[in-house]
């Protein structure tokens, strides 16, 4: 009997593992690496679909107005851009906004300005670490001649 309710047990523990919320909706859902139920992911692909269908008819739309006409949100236009499941290579209008400064890129996650600046930020804030360490270095060696001295004139 012991054994039947270890593996019953063992059975839930493991049917437990391979259920979720969905990160959309919120609904139990079967793992999958979509982290979605398969209700969002289908309305997810129906969205990219109104998209590509709406971009090949209207090269020269913009994100605004392909969000607006097919009623999917300019964020998840982005993360489909993003994703590399829609082009804008042929679509000299579209562009999304850098998440930094908001100025309008057309590739990456932030404009070349933003990416130069936080590059910038990081050398010097490893410039600075670096200096830290030399001055922690530099009194522990002065320190430690002292101590040094002070033993000698004790001898």
Avoid: W
């Avoid at 063992?10 to 209700?39: E, Q, W």
């Amino acid at each position: 009997m012991d054994g039947a309710k270890g593996l019953r047990k063992g059975a839930f523990t493991l049917m437990s593992l391979n259920v979720a919320n969905c990160d959309r909706c919120g609904k139990v859902y079967i793992k999958n690496i979509h982290g979605m139920c398969p209700n969002c992911i289908k309305e997810i692909e129906g969205q990219y679909e109104r998209c590509i269908k709406y971009l090949r008819e209207n090269r020269a739309c913009n994100i605004n107005e392909l969000s607006e006409a097919v009623e999917v949100p300019v964020k998840q236009i982005v993360k489909f851009i993003r994703e590399g499941r829609i082009s804008i290579k042929n679509h000299e209008n579209m562009s999304y906004e850098c998440e930094v400064c908001g100025e309008p890129i057309r590739e990456n996650t932030m404009c070349e300005s933003c990416r130069s600046r936080l590059a910038k930020e990081a050398s010097n804030l490893q410039e600075d670490e670096r200096r830290k360490q030399r001055l922690e270095e530099d009194k522990n060696r002065v320190s430690f001649n002292i101590k040094d001295r002070l033993q000698n004139r004790i001898k």
